[in-house]
């Protein structure tokens, strides 16, 4: 900051330019409440005019109105001066002999480009929405705050007003600087989003976004992924064009999320997102413990929910259906964190009312083509990936055994195959028809996985057919699924002992399929 700590600066002047008139008239009558001297620009003075706010024309000290077609109005030494000269002596005596009105306070925000993208995405004029003399008023007031106060959201006009009202009309140094980071953060995403919508498209292996602007989300996260570690949400400014898409929630009871809540609910959103029949997902520590499609909701919720006695205990449930009056009964007996649903039927959300520590959340289900991207972080960097949106094509089934699985294991091989591309590798699913009957994920060894995934199922793994997110290294995983009762096997394939494999498999007479690609998640 330049030049002398100024302190307690009282504000008596003021300059509004403002395109977005939300609380603007009841703004400046609470600035003139404190014989604040009010001046703006043509359509804000109007805005003020009609709400029976007097304020003076910043033209009669600019001497110009509006040059082509408005994009010059406030581009003037006459505003510019008043907002970025210093109050020193030096300062004053300067402005005086330039004739400058020194204002004390700047409140302004810019044309609407990113909503004018959303609202059409085609049109030609966008440059026209991008904002030059809003984001110049904003910077050089934030840059002068050691005098000058900014606010560049209406939603900020009562904590100046509170400011005002607790120091005597006067802005304290602290304010004014919490101000000016609130400008520049407003003026960094704001350009951001301008570079990403005028870039052009990329394409092959530079499709990734040049630059991605993240800003911190309003709700607040209980804590991190234990209870001593603080933790807060980022949302991408131009989610569109970084392919990051925020998926809108509301909290319907409970208390706040914690991280691994928003981990829980990513994984059993995407799960319930591949399947077009009432489906629910049972999560926890971020991998399915158990997925099921059914007739009706509460039919899946309780295949859902019977897959592991053990894990579900605390899990977080999405489901793809609203949820009816019956459903909640599904949750008998066993204790649930966080249930999400894109509704809630009043008698439904009464019965979840009556469970003190259950969180419920209303969101919609992602279609499943939603988002390009996905995000994690390592090594202090952000790493993104394109999001895993394959489908199973009747090409992908390749069948490497003389023994064949029937239509319906078919169908049973492509339930699991949806599912555990959402488990921790090494991840292998049993499933039985449209459910999960076990699920071993996070294991250091295939077998290991494997091994899990039977114990889980116990007798339900008899008949059951498996789906492994990556090849079998060793026919060991193979040989311990096969004693399980194992029907039917998909599996990328590609290992240097897939003979081995696959002779185990006959051996077994486990149908078997190669898909040829493998779906890791780490």
């Known amino acids: 900051m330049a030049g002398k700590e ?31 001297e009010l001046w703006s620009t043509g359509g804000t003075r109007r805005a003020l005019a009609d709400a029976g706010v007097r304020a003076g024309a910043a033209e009669d000290l600019t001497g110009i109105a509006s040059w082509f077609g408005g994009r010059i109005k406030t581009l003037h030494p006459s505003l510019l001066g008043g907002i970025l000269a210093p109050r020193t002596e030096e300062g004053r005596r300067e402005m005086a002999e330039r004739g ?40 050089a007031a934030a840059k002068n705050h050691a005098w000058v106060a900014v606010v560049v959201d209406p939603a900020g006009y009562p904590a100046v007003l509170d400011e005002l009202r607790a120091h005597g009309g006067s802005t304290t140094s602290a304010f004014r600087e919490r101000l000016a980071v609130d400008a520049f953060r407003r003026t960094q995403a704001y350009d951001a989003a301008i570079a990403l919508a005028l870039a052009p498209p990329r394409e092959g292996p530079e ?24 933790a807060a949400a980022y949302g991408a400014t131009r989610p569109a064009d970084a392919g990051l898409h925020p998926r809108p929630f509301t909290m319907v009871k409970g208390d706040a999320l914690s991280f691994t809540n928003l981990l829980d609910l990513d994984t059993a959103l995407a799960i319930v997102a591949e399947f077009p029949t009432p489906t629910a997902a049972v999560v926890k520590h971020a991998t399915p413990c158990g997925v099921a499609s059914g007739a009706t909701l509460r039919d899946a919720l309780e295949r859902a929910i019977a897959t592991d006695p053990v894990a579900r205990y605390g899990c977080a449930i999405a489901v793809n259906r609203p949820f009816e009056p019956d ?47 996905e995000a994690k972080s390592a090594l202090g960097r952000l790493l993104l990936e394109e999001a895993d949106r394959r489908e199973l094509a009747p090409t992908d089934f390749k069948l490497v055994t003389t023994t064949a699985a029937p239509p319906d294991a078919a169908c049973a091989l492509d339930f699991a195959w949806r599912v555990v591309r959402h488990a921790k590798s090494n991840a292998i699913v049993l499933a039985q028809g449209s459910r999960t009957v076990g699920i071993g994920s996070g294991q250091p060894t295939r077998v290991k996985a494997v091994e899990l995934a039977c114990e889980v199922a116990a007798e ?23 004693r399980a009762g194992v029907s039917a096997i998909i599996q990328p394939g590609g290992s240097v002992r897939d003979p081995e494999v696959i002779a185990t498999a006959e051996r077994f007479g486990i149908a078997m399929y190669f898909t040829g690609w493998r779906v890791f998640r780490h």
């Open 460 to 482: 339900r793994a008899r008949g059951a057919v498996l789906a492994s997110d990556a090849f079998f290294p060793f026919a060991d995983g193979v040989e311990v699924a096969g």
């Open 207 to 230: 499709a990734f976004p040049e630059e991605v602007v993240f800003r911190r989300e309003p709700f607040r996260l209980r804590y991190g992924e234990n209870p001593h570690q603080r």
């Open 327 to 373: 459903d909640p009964s599904a949750f008998k007996g066993i204790f649930v964190d966080l249930c999400a649903a894109p509704a809630f039927d009043e008698t439904a959300l009464a019965a979840l009312e009556r469970r003190p520590k259950l969180k419920v959340v209303r969101t919609a289900v992602p279609p499943l083509a939603e988002g390009a991207w």
């Open 6 to 36: 100024a302190g307690p600066v009282r504000v008596e002047r003021a300059l509004l330019s403002v395109d977005d008139k939300t609380g603007l008239p009841e703004f400046a009558r609470g600035l003139a409440g404190f014989h604040v």
């Open 100 to 139: 400058l009105t020194p204002f004390d306070l700047v409140v302004t925000n810019f044309y609407p480009f990113e909503r004018h993208l959303v609202e059409h995405p085609d049109a030609r004029d966008r440059e026209e929405f991008i904002d030059i003399g809003g984001v110049t008023l904003a910077r």
